[in-house]
Nanobody, 119 residues
Framework: QVQLVESGGGLVQAGGSLRLSCARSGIIFSMNYMGWYRQVPGKQRELVARITSGGNTNFADSVKGRFTISRDNAKNTVYLQMNSLKPEDTGVYYC?????????????WGQGTQVTVSS
């Protein structure tokens, strides 16, 4: 059974940095992409960044130039490096994976990790 476990959230002052990690466990056939979404109260979950199996990356306009996404295939882990953090980056960050497993293609979500940026 596939699981995504996030870590690295916390409280940081504006201008600071955090690195989120998402470790994937379980047997898969292939990964289409993995990424991070952010949710704040009263709003829909929004894509922050994602990386494809080929290494292509996408970022929300609001984080371009400040966030980077990378992966360590040996550790089945995806990282989100967040620099120059702003109060508006505050939210619960969810790891997401689009994977192909024995039963077909599925979406998987982590439990979420809170990021709070103080002004």
């Amino acid at each position: 059974q596939v699981q995504l476990v996030e870590s690295g959230g916390g409280l940081v002052q504006a201008g600071g940095s955090l690195r989120l990690s998402c470790a994937r466990s379980g047997i898969i056939f292939s990964m289409n992409y993995m990424g991070w979404y952010r949710q704040v109260p009263g709003k829909q979950r929004e894509l922050v960044a994602r990386i494809t199996s080929g290494g292509n990356t996408n970022f929300a306009d609001s984080v371009k130039g400040r966030f980077t996404i990378s992966r360590d295939n040996a550790k089945n882990t995806v990282y989100l490096q967040m620099n120059s953090l702003k109060p508006e980056d505050t939210g619960v960050y969810y790891c997401h994976a689009d994977l192909v497993v024995g039963s077909g293609r599925h979406d998987y979500w982590g439990q979420g990790t809170q990021v709070t940026v103080s002004s």
